[in-house]
């Protein structure tokens, strides 16, 4: 168990604590975090409802509940958590971007990333850097000399975007956006470098943003596999909505992705559940 520097405050949970916590809400989906941190105080009154956060990441590890939105959290069940590894050739393009010798702030991810999602496969490449727009120049440049394979044209001004491409690959630089919710930083070993790389990916949540924002750029070209999209990652991955929304609010799309969600995906955001079940 866990303590603080007060050893009379306890910041983690007993396994028989988070066991009764859980046979206290039945079957439930969605549950208040006040009711959790009510329960805490009615039945272990040393549980200090200040340390909440660590209780909710101790349910969280145990596989019971993660964080919906403000005051609710979600019931796990089967639902996975979302993680993107990028490829060798992501790697390598990093690589070659920090070559420059200067740092930038980045985030990497393909377009394959959709595929687990979609019925329809998108076959054409694309792979997408988003960098702040003062630095697209000097990673256009970096990325256009790439001598792993045939290389890149360059095309600018695409949806306020830049493109490179070859014969099936598109590399696509975009904004980074302030504030986009991304995973933290994963270290990968590229050939040929003895210091790990430090890559940045984006989250499911910015994921699902991003593709209903740009789906004719994410090569997402029909409604069909957006919605697709968003019905796997709400039936199988866990959403914070939270973070969903706060994001879409940084595009612009917080209410039309609301509605989005409400009247095509049909997922009822309130239950955390879809309208059919």
Known sequence: MRFSQNDSIVLSMDKEIIKHLDSL????????????????RDYYPKYNPANASFYFWDLK??????????????????????????????????KNVLSLGEYYPACLYSSSVFNAFVSLQILRKYYF???PKEAFDS?????????????????KDFASQKILWSA?????????????PLNKPSRFFASGRTA???????????????AYCDHRVINLESTGQIVDFFHVA????????????????KRNVNSTLAS?????????????RFFDD
Not at 30 to 35: F, L, N, P, V
Not at 66 to 87: A, W
Not at 196 to 210: G, Q
């Open 25 to 40: 809400f039945g079957n439930a989906d969605i549950i208040d975090r006040a009711d959790i941190l009510s329960a805490l």
């Open 61 to 94: 590890k145990a596989g019971l509940f993660y964080p919906y939105d403000d005051k609710r959290v979600r019931r796990i069940s089967s639902l996975k958590d979302f993680y993107y590894e990028p490829d060798s050739f992501e790697i390598a393009l990093w």
């Open 129 to 131: 850097i988003e960098v």
């Open 139 to 155: 990673v256009a440049d970096a990325l256009a000399h790439l001598k792993i394979e045939t290389p890149f044209l360059f095309s």
């Open 168 to 180: 099936n690959r598109f590399i696509v630089i975009a904004p980074l956006i302030a504030g986009a």
């Open 196 to 210: 790990a790389l430090s890559v940045v990916t984006p989250t499911l949540e910015k994921l699902l943003v991003d």
């Open 234 to 249: 709400l039936s199988d991955y866990m959403v914070n909505f939270r973070t969903l929304f706060s994001y879409a609010k």
């Open 260 to 272: 989005f969600i409400r009247t095509i995906v049909r997922f009822d955001v309130e239950r955390g």
